[in-house]
């Protein structure tokens, strides 16, 4: 129902440029000269006080003496003038600014002071600003370049978000020529206030913009960021590029964990959770514009290579081999129809080599046969400049060969340069993406295949969790506060695996000894063979100091164990505080593998996962990979399947496969101790011992530390997790129990089931329409939701000893950030038993948990029940003046 708050930006209907000028050179000269060559066509202003008239257009002191509302500002000014034009600019009633100027936050004090003066004149007088130090803002098919970018960028259906001006430039310069066009170029400069969040929602739903482009070079808001990319990337193609990738860690590696994980290991998971594909270089986001310029969509990753150069087909191929891009086989059909076509010494395969002499006869053929064989998912048709090649004769055969409508991407690489620029021409200007090389075409339609396949998993639904002993919450903070107490960062091994164990974690049992004696008592006491290692708060990597000895057997062997490991200590790290040993029972798993799962504290995205193989060479093998919280069944399997220890898992020559579906279970708890834990920073469990019989975590360390104070339960997490908080147990007016809770990914059938049996007239009123059953994509959309921007809650009756769906509830946020709009259904067989009016209650505990103020929504107006409902929670009701079928319904918070 809200309007996106940046649509005056996106799509004003009128331009006040503050610092507007004829001065050859200036920013406010260009600014305004572009939005005059561009072809602007509503209100435009020029605001400066040293000029009567700007090219022909009459000058004002300020915004307010023009006496007429005003969408956008944008500022050319210097830096110091700019927090009192933003002052004015609230004064008259204009919400929105793109501030070009420079000399915010660098340049010692001053820009410093600059920066806070303009962020607080923006917050206390309600303007959103882009900027500043941007270039400015281009919307193409508005005729708005509101930017000192030097020539036109043409229209077209792609948007780039970049934090970079430059890049911007260099794209609106290449974009003409390549005949690629732009429904947005959008400079961030130093996002002091609109960021890539708000950017993404607004294009996420922008009916010009097709697919997104990125260009990060770092995250202010984590949170905004990834909440705001998944939800684009469902609805869009979504290409990042980001620069840093080798920037060292500032931060020490106090765990194995922290020493694996890179931050760009944790920036690719984050694109992998959010569904967005991820450019590793300029030219491959360049090759990504034009591939998704062309609007066209991969279902799969079958590719089919035409070239009539061998080595060309092989440099495609090996670059596919690279994407795990597979070579489509052809059909038997199709390859009788080549046969006819080729000369008999073809050969029969992918890349088809359809040899150096193919004219424009050879070359239409070839590829219409290629394209209608249904095995491949992409074609890529190749040429190689030969004596005996027409180019621009071949690429005309190929557009004429082929439909408008095309249903696959076809992508053509004519390599060379003087002999086949009109060729690439003729087949850019017909929608057929053309690449300088066989690897960069590869490439791009790699990131339709990643589209396709990130966009697949979005859309798997889960089958119902199986029963898990809940973790007991208040033990375990128990155990972390007592340490923060103790004014202690690090655990002890005791306390570690205390805390794994209520969180129902599988551990061996530990004893602590401070004497010989005691550890033999202790020996004794969990049964041998044992294992024995130092205990100090000091040492980290025990082993490094000679500090563990395994597969102990007898008591003298403990004896001389604990004498051996302190004298080992003492003399490798004679400052640490030694305690003694602790003794512990070897783990009885059969077959077993050893494996790490860690966590670490992301400066940026907050807490990250690490699974891999483990042991002491940990970070000698590298063989890990990194996802981020929470974790679900479906998400620890993938995170699994990255590492090559993956394969010794599912068994291999005469060994067993392992119990994978406890790993899962372990890599789960541990997402939902960090989840529920804020306090934890780092963790590791290295060895976690998996093999046929089950996993057992045989040691851990954990580092903790207090969260900052005005953090909320789930504010040090990127991704909210489930609010298991709002969980409510309660029983209807005949005794049937009744549970209202967040819904999950795995309620996805008993959604679809419940939508299903509600009576038509139910289905009208809440989807105001016409819908039978919830379509996969509506599935995905109800059911796996963004708890930071979204709630939906279920009630769940148990119903002859099943738990079976009566009602949902449901709200969005509104791109305000304060108000929401919700919507409710109760099922058909359990009405008038209060199940609305408890849903909404909840509902709106929800919603204030986030701090909103308002809920609405829209009631169709013969809906009586529903109006009544409205009307008894305090709701003020009111026509639609744009559809008097529609109630407006509205209440405070």
């Known amino acids: 129902m809200e ?102 936050g660098e340049g010692g004090n001053t820009g410093r002071n600059y920066e806070a003066d303009l962020i607080a004149a923006a917050r206390r007088s309600g303007v959103r600003f882009m900027g500043p130090n941007c270039i400015g803002l281009v919307r193409p098919w508005a005729k708005m370049n509101a930017s000192y970018l030097k020539g036109g960028t043409p229209r077209g259906r792609l948007a780039l978000i970049s934090q970079s001006g430059a890049l911007c430039s260099a794209i609106s310069d290449w974009a003409s020529p390549h005949h690629l066009g732009f429904s947005a170029l959008v400079s961030l400069g130093n996002s002091n206030d609109i960021d890539f969040g708000d950017m993404l929602h607004y294009l996420a739903s922008d009916p010009h913009t097709d697919a997104i482009l990125l260009y990060v070079e770092g995250v202010q808001h984590a949170p905004a960021f990834i909440s705001m990319l998944r939800y684009a990337a469902r609805l869009k193609p979504v290409i990042v590029l980001k620069t840093g990738r080798h920037a060292a860690s500032s931060k020490a590696a106090h765990t194995h964990t922290g020493a694996l994980i890179g931050s760009d290991d944790v920036f690719d998971a984050v694109l992998e959770r959010a569904g967005a594909v991820r450019a590793m270089t300029f030219g491959q986001l360049f090759a990504a514009a034009e591939i998704l310029s062309s609007n066209k969509k991969a279902t799969g990753n079958r590719l089919s290579i035409i070239t009539n150069g061998g080595g060309a087909g092989v440099l495609a191929a090996d670059r596919g081999a690279d994407l795990n891009i597979a070579l489509a086989d052809l059909s038997e059909t199709t390859r009788e129809t080549l046969a006819k076509l080729l000369p008999k010494h073809w050969t029969a395969a992918n890349p088809i080599d359809i040899l150096g002499d193919a004219g424009p006869e050879r070359y239409g053929p070839a590829v219409k046969a290629v394209y209608d064989d249904p095995s491949n998912d992409g074609v890529l048709v190749m040429l190689t400049p030969q004596a005996m090649t027409d180019p621009t004769a071949a690429a005309w055969s190929v557009v004429e060969a082929l439909p408008k409508r095309r249903k696959k991407p076809v992508l053509a690489c004519w390599m060379g340069e003087a002999t086949v620029s009109e060729g690439r021409k003729v087949l ?205 069944a479906m998400l620890a399997e993938r995170l699994i399947s990255r590492t090559r220890v993956s394969g010794l898992l599912d068994g291999y020559r005469d060994r067993a496969p392992a119990d994978r579906d406890a790993v899962i279970y372990v890599l789960r708890r541990v997402s939902a101790m960090i989840s529920e834990l804020p306090e934890i920073i780092e963790l ?53 129990p009744l549970t209202i809770r967040p819904i999950r990914p795995e309620d996805a059938k008993s959604e679809q089931d419940f939508v299903k049996s509600l009576s038509e007239e139910a289905r ?53 950030g304060t108000s929401c709009e919700f919507a409710i259904v109760v099922g058909d067989q359990v009405q008038h038993q209060g199940i609305g009016t408890r849903l909404m209650k909840a509902l709106f505990g929800a919603a204030r948990d986030h701090e909103l103020s308002v809920i609405e929504g829209t009631v169709l107006r013969n809906n009586a029940p529903m109006l009544k409902l409205m009307k008894e929670l305090g709701f003020t009701q009111r026509y639609d003046p744009d559809d008097p079928e529609l109630v407006i319904v509205e209440r405070r918070l």
């Not at 309007?3 to 305004?32: C, H, Q, W, Y």
């Not at 020996?523 to 082993?543: E, L, R, T, Y």
């Not at 996993?695 to 104070?709: H, L, Q």
């Open 3 to 104: 309007e996106n708050p940046l649509k005056g930006m996106m799509d004003p209907s009128s331009i006040a440029v503050f610092g507007a000028s004829e001065t050859e050179g200036s920013v406010g000269s260009r600014v305004f000269q572009n939005l005059l060559d561009d072809g602007f066509d509503k209100a435009l202003y020029a605001i400066n006080p040293k000029h009567d008239t700007v090219f022909g257009h009459k000058t004002y002191r300020s915004a307010s003496s023009i006496g007429k509302e005003i969408d956008l500002a944008v500022i050319c000014t210097p830096a110091r003038s700019v927090a009192g034009i933003i002052r004015d600019c609230g004064e008259a009633g204009i919400k929105n600014a793109v501030v070009l100027s420079a000399g915010f």
């Open 428 to 632: 850019s200007e017909n929608g057929i993406a053309d690449f300088i090389s066989p690897e960069r075409a590869v490439e791009a339609f790699s990131y339709l295949a990643k589209h396709h396949r990130n966009r697949r998993l979005a859309l798997q639904t889960l089958g119902p969790l199986s029963p898990e002993n809940a973790p007991d919450l208040e033990g375990a903070r128990m155990i972390v506060n007592a340490v923060l107490a103790d004014d202690r960062e690090l655990l002890s091994d005791i306390e570690a695996k205390a805390l794994l164990k209520a969180f129902r974690i599988p551990v061996n049992m530990t004893i602590e000894c401070e004497t010989a004696e005691e550890a033999l008592v202790a020996a004794q006491s969990v049964g041998f063979p044992i294992a024995m290692k130092i205990a100090s708060q000091d040492i980290v990597h025990k082993s490094d100091v000679g500090g563990v000895r395994i597969g102990i057997n007898d008591p003298a062997e403990v004896k001389r164990g604990f004498r051996t490991i302190c004298e080992n200590t003492r003399r490798m790290r004679p400052n640490a505080q030694v305690r003694g040993v602790t003794v512990e029972a070897m783990a009885h798993i059969d077959e077993p593998r050893e494996l790490v799962i860690g966590c670490s504290r992301d400066d940026v995205f907050g807490p990250t996962i690490l699974f891999g193989a483990g042991g002491t060479a940990v970070e000698v093998l590298k063989d890990s990979a990194v996802a981020i919280p929470p974790l679900n």
């Open 684 to 736: 590791d469990i290295n060895p976690l011992i998996a093999g046929t019989n089950g996993v057992m975590a045989v040691d851990a360390r954990i580092r903790v530390a207090r969260p900052p104070a005005r953090d909320g339960h789930y504010d040090h997490m990127a991704i909210h997790p489930y609010p298991r908080h709002l969980i409510q147990h309660e029983h209807l007016s005949d005794g049937t």
């Open 764 to 816: 009208m009123f809440r989807f105001m329409g016409v819908l039978n059953e919830l379509s996969p994509e509506m599935l995905v959309q109800f059911t796996q939701i963004d708890y930071r921007r979204e709630m939906a809650l279920v009630a769940m009756a148990e119903i002859d000893g099943k738990e079976v769906q009566c009602g949902v509830a449901r709200y969005v946020m509104n791109p305000d």
